[in-house]
């Protein structure tokens, strides 16, 4: 089995910061890409940034120069920290890790945290 729990959201007045955590854990080969995807009320999930195995990230407009996702592939854990947070970030974040497990082949799988809220007051 594989899990993956996060922590680190909360409450934060705009301007603030925070900064999420996701460690994946269990029976990990290896972990591909990683990322952040948000989930406002009443709204679809969308992407708010990745991490290739190899370092390259990519973030949405809307978060672009105020967010930062890393990793630590020694403690397989995923980073977003987030300056400069406005209401319009308010949301749950949820992080998933594409993983190959040990013992099944090379076959990759999308793994989801159980989200962490995220509210930003004006």
């Known amino acids: 089995q594989v899990q993956l729990v996060e922590s680190g959201g909360g409450l934060v007045q705009a301007g603030g910061s925070l900064r999420l955590s996701c460690a994946a854990s269990?029976?990990?080969?290896?972990?591909?890409?990683m990322g952040w995807y948000r989930q406002a009320p009443g709204k679809q999930r969308e992407l708010v940034a990745s991490?290739?195995?190899?370092?390259?990230?990519d973030y949405a407009d809307s978060v672009k120069g105020r967010f930062t996702i890393s990793r630590d592939n020694a403690k397989n854990t995923v980073y977003l920290q987030m300056n400069s947070l406005i209401p319009e970030d308010t949301a749950v974040y949820y992080c998933?890790?594409?993983?190959?497990?040990?013992?099944?082949?090379?076959?990759?799988?999308?793994?989801w945290g159980q989200g962490t809220q995220v509210t930003v007051s004006s």
């Open positions: 998933k890790a594409d993983i190959v497990r040990r013992g099944y082949g090379n076959i990759e799988y999308a793994y």
């Open positions: 269990g029976n990990i080969f290896r972990i591909n890409a």
């Open positions: 991490i290739s195995s190899g370092d390259s990230t």
